[in-house]
């Protein structure tokens, strides 16, 4: 069970709420109440194509993912955009960007293409049923320009294409694709490239830290091991949906709605593979708490509030009956700060 994180969707679901459509429904019948999702979380990739074809189904129009990509920053990517901005140059960048894609929202493949005086970054989408497939490419190519501009930015620098190639067919009006990517776009290519001059990949990166490279490069990598791990059980399953969640933790009838099961089922199938639900929860709650204590500065409450306790109390007791100390004392003890 391959998993992607859930910015691409998030973004996407945010972007169109922003442009008017009601998508609040079709989040809940797929369990995931988008004000309660984790911007850290990871989704089946099935799922994420379940979701994306019925949000789809109430837009309608492809041209929409010019829009929604535009919205696709750097927030919410975490180690993987503190990564991308300690690289001493653009093409350590791309090269890097490249290497950890997976922990990206783009469904396809992306490389470099290295020219003398242009180069390119080329998108080949993976296969996804029409028309959803145009509206997702639409967005991952908008998405990636905005991404690519926003690093350099970052970095002081200015980024600018110089032509943006399309596979798909001429549309009848080509302003929208112009206006979205500010230059020249052309269809009936036989690839998807972002194409930009060759000397912008020797500029150097003013925010360059091998300390800092290092250590994310460490965290993105185990990011990837996690994310291609495949394990079918019910136990793996709940857990990456519940570690979806911050403040509102869905019950376990919820839980099992989701699944397609009822609550009963849902016990006993989780019986038989030795766990239970309160126990995965406590999993996954205390692997979140790590997390925070260690890589962030968030309080204590904070923390308390985002894993669905109602008092902080609640949460010191559980967290030092899994740890045997304290949240404070954890944090102490292990902050990467």
């Known amino acids: 069970m391959t998993t992607r994180s859930v ?38 990739r099935s799922k994420e194509l379940a979701v994306l074809t019925d949000i789809f189904a109430l837009i309608e129009d492809p041209k929409m993912g010019l829009a929604v990509g535009n919205t696709m920053g750097l927030a919410g990517y975490g180690p993987l955009s503190m990564l991308l901005m300690t690289c001493s140059t653009t093409y350590e960048a791309c090269q890097i960007g490249i290497k950890y894609q997976t922990l990206a929202y783009l469904y396809g493949d992306i490389r470099l293409e290295l020219g003398k005086q242009h180069s390119a970054l080329i998108i080949e989408p993976v296969p996804i049923p029409e028309p959803l497939a145009e509206f997702v490419l639409l967005r991952d190519m908008s998405g990636t320009g905005r991404f690519i501009q926003d690093i350099h930015k ?68 185990k990011m990837l091991l996690e994310a291609s791990r495949s394990d079918d059980s019910l136990v793996s399953s709940l857990q990456h949906y519940l570690g979806m969640f911050n403040y509102e933790i869905p019950s376990v009838t919820e839980a099992a709605s989701t699944f397609g099961m009822s609550e009963r089922t849902l016990r006993r199938q989780l019986k038989a593979e030795g766990s239970n639900y309160q126990s995965v929860l406590d999993q996954v709650r205390y692997e979140k ?30 967290f030092k009956r899994w740890s045997g100390t304290t949240p404070s004392q954890f944090r102490k003890a292990h902050s990467n700060r």
Request: aromatic share 10%.
């Open 7 to 44: 910015m691409g969707l998030l973004y996407t679901a945010k972007a169109l709420i922003n442009l008017g459509y009601e998508l609040e429904p079709v989040m809940q019948k797929h369990g995931l109440p988008i004000d309660a999702i984790d911007a850290s979380a990871r989704i089946q």
């Open 154 to 221: 970052m970095n002081d620098k200015q980024i600018d294409l110089t032509e943006v190639c399309f596979t798909l067919g001429a549309p009848a009006n080509k302003r929208p694709f112009e206006e979205a990517f500010d230059c020249p776009v052309r269809f009936g290519q036989d690839q998807n490239r972002l194409v930009l001059e060759t000397h912008y990949f020797n500029a150097p990166f003013p925010q360059a830290n091998r300390n800092a490279f290092e250590m994310y490069r460490e965290q993105c990598d």
């Open 289 to 318: 708490a790590q997390s925070w204590l260690q890589n962030s500065q968030v309080p204590v409450e904070d923390i308390s509030n985002k894993l669905g306790y109602q008092e902080p109390a609640a949460f010191n007791h559980a």
